[in-house]
Structures are given as structure tokens and as C-alpha cells.
């Protein structure tokens, strides 16, 4: 299982820091991504981390501003917000999968788990 937290209401510019905390034994195992949903959008892929960390990806929209990191020990993914914009406004979820080929892990498709998702409201 995966609970994801740290979302809220921020004005344009500000930072939040996301969590994942996924439930499993074996967390090195599972690769994580974030994606985000806006009202009448689909949803959309944000970022990922691979198993070790040794492959970390993002969407163009959150390149420079985002950062995603990962804890083995402590079983968490963390997405660090900076430089928030109201277009960043959106359920955010996190999602853990174990295979992945190519860039398959930016569709929801490849996820095995999903956690209910947190708000981010971003104010102009």
C-alpha cells in the first residue's frame, strides 16, 4: 500500500514537499513515480525514481523545479516542490511498479500500486 501526504494551499512561487510512504517488505524492489490529475485532465506523469536511484526522470513542465528522492530505509519517496505555479494545481499521486522497459514508466499503465492521491493548490 502507498499513503501519499504533504499536499496544500501555497501561493505561486512557494514550495511543498510531497511523501510516499509505501508499505512492502521488499520497498528496493519497486520502482516509484509521481503523477498529478487536474480537474477534466488526465492523469499525467510528473516524475520517477528507479529501484537505486540510478535512473530519476521528469516531465518537462517540472524540470528544474521539482526533485524526487528516495529513502530504502525508511521506505519513502519524497517530491520536493519548488517554485510552485498555479498550473501545478492537481491531485498528486504516487504510484510503485516493479518491471519497466524503456519509458513505459511514464504511463499509469506500468504501476502496480497507487496511494488516494494528496491535493496541491497553487494560488496566483
Known amino acids: 500500500q502507498l499513503q501519499a501526504c504533504g499536499g496544500g494551499l501555497v501561493q505561486a512561487g512557494e514550495s511543498l514537499t510531497l511523501s510516499c510512504a509505501v508499505s512492502t517488505r521488499r520497498f528496493s524492489d519497486y520502482a516509484v513515480g509521481w503523477f498529478r490529475q487536474a480537474p477534466g485532465k488526465e492523469r499525467e506523469f510528473v516524475s520517477y525514481?528507479?529501484?537505486?536511484?540510478?535512473?530519476?526522470d521528469y516531465s518537462d513542465s517540472v524540470k528544474g523545479r521539482f526533485t524526487i528522492s528516495r529513502d530504502n530505509a525508511k521506505n519513502t519517496v519524497s517530491l520536493q516542490m519548488n517554485n510552485l505555479k498555479p498550473e501545478d494545481t492537481a491531485v498528486y499521486y504516487c504510484?510503485?511498479?516493479?518491471?519497466?522497459?524503456?519509458?513505459?514508466?511514464?504511463?499509469?499503465?506500468?504501476?502496480?500500486?497507487w496511494g488516494q492521491g494528496t491535493q496541491v493548490t497553487v494560488s496566483s
Open positions: 504510484a510503485a511498479g516493479k518491471y519497466f522497459t524503456g519509458t513505459y514508466y511514464k504511463i499509469t499503465e506500468g504501476y502496480d500500486f
Open positions: 525514481v528507479s529501484w537505486t536511484a540510478s535512473l530519476i
